[in-house]
């Protein structure tokens, strides 16, 4: 019995010691590393892998840390502030970021029937500002820089001089200044680097520059033979302007649209975005556009 005894106890003790056989450093954005500490003070930790503690040091800082979970059961708390009355009050510090991100942009309208298509990049910067207190929810906004280009338009024109009715428009590219606004909610899996955030919001788009090369054949009428003459016309339009486009086709300036997706985090210094949306208004005539886009960008 003395035996069955000892043995049951020397079971505990080894389990119990097995748990509380590693350091847990609880950062604030949820994500917990597993590691042996070697060194608390009031601006960093230092602390080795816990797959690997004979290898490299590793340094946090103390503002990026929740709460340490010792293996001896004890608890280093950095998620405590004292309010007006000196009591201890506990709270989720989740703080905003910065990031510079690159994407492409697929995109089409309907235009009269036609199905037409363009590609986009972009490059921007963003920020994320945390707007409830111990919750991980953010306003994100920033400003990018699109560059659109291989469109196919065909619109028809109300000049009477072009006889088939057409014009034949080629190599049409435009510049874009975007403002995106999202409300997004970003998760962090648990004992993981891996965080997902969706997001929905609107984007503002400002039409800067934009041309497209038109060629087509002009036919004068002669007096006596009808339209005997003609001549090929070359020339560079200007996407925005009524004189060029005609009143119908004339790209508008200003664009106002909705888009949801959602961010793919790796740590804290990369990630990655799927989104779709499209504009509420029409850049001409009858026309939409819905875009797709795809990226990543550097947090900092």
């Known amino acids: 019995m003395k035996l069955k005894r ?37 601006s960093q930790v230092k602390y080795h892998k816990y797959s690997n503690p004979d290898g490299p040091i590793y340094t946090i800082n103390t503002s990026k840390i929740q709460v340490i979970n010792f ?7 950095f998620g405590k502030n004292r309010n007006d009355s000196g009591v201890n009050t506990y709270y989720k ?9 690159v994407q ?6 309907n235009n009269d029937g036609h199905s037409s298509s363009f590609s986009g990049l972009t490059l921007g910067y963003g920020h994320h500002f945390n707007i ?7 306003l994100e906004t920033g400003l990018a820089v699109q560059y659109s280009f291989n469109t196919k338009l065909v619109p028809p024109t109300d000049d009477k001089d072009v006889i088939n009715g057409y014009k034949e428009l080629s190599n049409p590219w435009f510049l874009s200044l975007k403002i995106p606004v999202n409300i997004t909610y970003k998760y962090s899996f648990p004992h993981s680097i891996f965080s997902i955030e969706p997001f929905a919001g609107f984007a503002l788009r400002g ?14 009428k002669n007096m006596a033979s009808g339209y005997d003459n003609s001549w090929m016309k070359d020339d560079n339009w200007f996407l925005f302007s009524k004189k ?9 300036v200003f664009q106002l649209g909705w ?6 985090y790796i740590g804290e210094t990369f990630y990655i975005n799927a989104s779709y949306g499209s504009d509420f208004n029409e850049i001409f005539k009858t026309a939409k556009i819905q875009t797709i886009s795809i990226g990543g960008g550097y947090i900092f």
């Open 6 to 42: 000892f043995s049951f106890i020397s079971i505990l003790t080894i389990v119990s010691s097995v748990s509380y056989s590693q350091d847990e450093i609880v950062k604030k954005d949820g994500s917990i590393i597993l590691s042996k500490i070697l060194e608390v003070s009031s």
């Open 71 to 77: 293996e001896n059961g004890d608890k280093e708390d």
């Open 93 to 101: 510090d989740f703080k905003g970021w910065n990031a510079l991100f």
């Open 104 to 109: 492409y942009n697929p995109s089409s309208f």
């Open 132 to 138: 409830v207190p111990n919750q991980p929810i953010y």
């Open 207 to 220: 039409n800067i520059v934009g041309f497209v090369k038109a060629e087509y054949t002009i036919k004068a």
């Open 244 to 252: 060029d486009m005609g009143e119908d086709y004339a790209w508008k």
């Open 259 to 264: 888009q949801a997706g959602v961010n793919f």
